[in-house]
């Protein structure tokens, strides 16, 4: 309680999103971690840059580190300008708005996520079934293949269907296993019992029962990521946060072996 505290800042709609308890466990777990208090700010959707860091300066004078979505980038840069001493990170972002900055940088690990997808959807799916890929917009080259390799290591011989969220599919009786990298309603709405594996901030309690799998990439659950990582850089990768539903999951006996898919790493080969 007398270190200094880790901020976040959140607004209104995250906080639906991901789940007022679900935001209160989550930062007290967090703070476990890293031994020091983490305190999500919460802001209007709407606020200006100076309001943000005003709640930011608020809620401690000086914490280890303030972290902020890309969203409120230009609240983050004052608040710097404000608090040059006290490393801030921003989730995200395009290279041409990282000119010119002091700020650190945050990005999602792509690969590493779809290595670990991959070894997920191919232990739901089994080798009698094929798995469908929903993306939103384009997926490189590395990216598949790294949700390819993912799929290999864990014994999937076929290759994966890759599609466009806005296509049409009908033929589900054939597929074991949906990943969706982008809006799932739409797959949702259609009520298959098929595991399903999503790339969301959602509160996992939301969702149906046919989501096994969540992956977090939310600035909460990649705080105590960054702050561990071992030096300083414009810009730092770390992987999502796999969040298993266990009471979802038919075979108990396998929730050990499941449990390691979490942690194993990426390897291009």
Known sequence: MIRTPVLVVVDTSFSLLYGPLRLRLKSYMTSLELFRRVIPVEVAESAGS???????????????????????????????????????????????????????????????????????????????????????????????NAFRQGLKDQGFINDPYFLSVTTEYSAYSDIGCVVTAGPAAKYVER?????????????????????????????IALAAKVLKSSEPAEEIYVSSEPVLLFDRLEEKKDFRMISRFSKEKFEKI
Do not use: H
């Open 50 to 144: 100076d309001l943000i860091a005003l709640a930011v300066q608020g809620a401690s004078r000086s914490p280890r580190a303030a972290f902020f979505p890309f969203r409120y980038l230009e609240g983050a840069r004052y608040y710097k300008n404000q608090n040059p001493e006290i490393p801030v990170f921003v989730m995200g972002g395009s290279d041409s708005s990282r000119a010119g900055t002091d700020l650190t940088f945050v990005s999602t690990d792509i690969a590493q996520d779809l290595y670990r997808a991959g070894l997920f959807a191919a232990y739901f799916a089994g080798n009698d079934k094929g798995i469908l890929f929903f993306m939103d917009g384009d997926l490189s080259m590395e990216y598949r």
């Open 191 to 219: 009520n298959l019992k098929i595991p399903l594996i999503v790339f969301s901030w959602v509160d996992p309690s939301l969702t149906p029962r046919s989501v096994k799998l969540v992956f977090d990439d939310s600035p």
